[in-house]
């Protein structure tokens, strides 16, 4: 069974960083690309981030590009987002997905505000 567990979300002021972390277990998770979906309040998921299993091929989507860094450590099993210069349009649930069509591969999410 897939089981992804997010953390590192919270309050942050405009500008400001947070890293968020998934740990996977219940598959092979070096043999997968890697993803990070977010969804806002009122909104429907959108696709943030693709990593390729060695991290060699890394995808962002238009809105983060430049502000965000997807890595992972597959040592320990768990993927990673970095957000820098963070913007109120940022405040939505973030996800890790093992595939992002599928929302039963996604984890449960992990809260970002962004506010002054």
């Known amino acids: 069974e897939v089981q992804l567990v997010e953390s590192g979300g919270g309050l942050v002021q405009p500008g400001g960083s947070l890293r968020l972390s998934c740990a996977a277990s219940?598959?092979?998770?070096?043999?997968?690309?890697m993803n990070w979906v977010r969804q806002a309040p009122g909104k429907g998921p959108e696709w943030v981030s693709t990593i390729s299993t060695v991290g060699e091929i890394r995808t962002y989507s238009d809105s983060v590009k430049g502000r965000f860094t997807i890595s992972r450590d597959n040592a320990k099993n768990t993927l990673y987002l970095q957000m820098n210069s963070l913007k109120p349009e940022d405040t939505a649930v973030y996800y890790c997905?093992?595939?992002?069509?599928?929302?039963?591969?996604w984890g449960q999410g992990t809260q970002v505000t962004v506010s002054s």
């Open positions: 997905a093992k595939d992002r069509s599928d929302k039963s591969t």
């Open positions: 219940g598959f092979t998770f070096s043999r997968y690309f």
